[in-house]
Each structure stands twice: as structure tokens, then as C-alpha cells.
């Protein structure tokens, strides 16, 4: 019985991770000064795994859908883009799971997002500042770095983990009773 519920614990990730490596398609442009910033909704699947299995299966939820992406779309940043995704999207899956897995309550949940909130807010800027700008040759400073902060990574990064989050919040107790609380009958019934 243990063998048949890690196999339905690998089936539930694998699942998550595809269903996060699908929602890596539909981007949306969020901001038109900056286009280069556009929203999805596949950190979704990777916080409901980490509030269903614990903050370590959001990583490789985020890890598998970027290697996905990789390996499907291929890559026009040279994988930048990709570890950029990879540290922006843990960074608002851990703090929220691991507020949330202390005691799991609505509150713990909220309380959690709203730090991953904080989390990405700060993690997006050091990304942007200290990988992204300098791997496309953006060479922003001053007003116009700080220009690029105020008007597109906070309200960008504020926007899509909110929006990720409220999605979550509504679909995780919803799916969870059946998603990720009800372990296949495998095999020969009990007898009686």
C-alpha cells in the first residue's frame, strides 16, 4: 500500500507540473512601457502542490515545468529567462508553504501569501537587477533603474502574485479533497 500511495503522489506532481507547464504558454503582457513583462498563471499548480505536499514538491514543480519549457519550446534567453521564472516562482511558493504548513489554517495560508507576496516583490528586483538586465544587455541606472522598478517590477510582480494567489486560494480546498486527499483502490479488494 505505501508503493501505491508514492506512485499516487508522483502521479499528482507530474500532473501539477504539466498542468504548470501548459499555463506557461498563455502569457499576457501586464504592462505596456514594458513588454518584455508578461503574466501566467503557472505558479498556480506549483503553490497547490506545495500546500498539498510540502514547500520541497512546489520547487520541483517549478523546477520540472521550466525544464518542460526548455525541452518543448526551447529557449530564446538562453535559459535566463528560465532561472529567472525558476527564482521569481519559488520565491513566492516556499514563504506561503511554509507559513502554511506550520498550521494549516485559511489564516496560515493568507499570512503565507502575503509574505511570498513580499518575497517576490524583493527577489524580482535583485533578479532583474543582477541577471536579467545585465544578460540582454539592458543596461539601465539611476531614474531610469529606479523608473523600471516603481513602474513595472513592483506592480508587475504585485499583480501576478496576487492574482496567483487569489487563484489558489479559491481552487485549493475545492481540488484538494479530490485531488489530493483520495488515494486510488489499487489492486484486489479487502475481503471481509
Avoid: C
Amino acid at each position: 500500500m505505501k508503493q501505491e500511495k508514492k506512485l499516487n503522489k508522483m502521479i499528482k506532481i507530474s500532473l501539477l507540473s504539466a498542468i504548470a507547464f501548459i499555463l506557461m504558454y498563455v502569457e499576457i503582457p501586464v504592462i505596456p512601457a514594458f513588454p518584455w513583462l508578461r503574466m501566467d498563471l503557472s505558479d498556480v499548480p506549483a503553490l497547490m502542490g506545495a500546500f498539498a505536499f510540502g514547500p520541497l514538491i512546489g520547487v520541483i514543480i517549478e523546477l520540472f515545468k521550466n525544464i518542460l519549457i526548455i525541452l518543448f519550446k526551447g529557449t530564446a534567453t538562453g535559459l535566463v529567462g528560465e532561472l529567472a521564472n525558476f527564482l521569481v516562482g519559488i520565491s513566492l511558493v516556499l514563504p506561503a508553504s511554509i507559513i502554511y504548513h506550520r498550521k494549516k489554517s485559511k489564516k496560515t495560508a493568507i499570512i503565507g501569501m502575503i509574505l511570498g507576496f513580499l518575497s517576490i516583490e524583493v527577489v524580482a528586483i535583485l533578479v532583474n537587477i543582477y541577471i536579467l538586465l545585465p544578460a540582454f544587455g539592458m543596461h539601465m541606472a539611476g531614474k531610469e533603474l529606479i523608473n523600471y522598478i516603481v513602474f513595472g517590477l513592483i506592480p508587475f510582480n504585485g499583480v501576478k502574485s496576487i492574482i496567483v494567489s487569489f487563484t489558489t486560494f479559491l481552487l485549493y480546498k475545492r481540488l484538494s479533497i479530490t485531488l489530493f486527499k483520495v488515494e486510488p483502490m489499487l489492486g484486489e479488494p479487502k475481503k471481509v
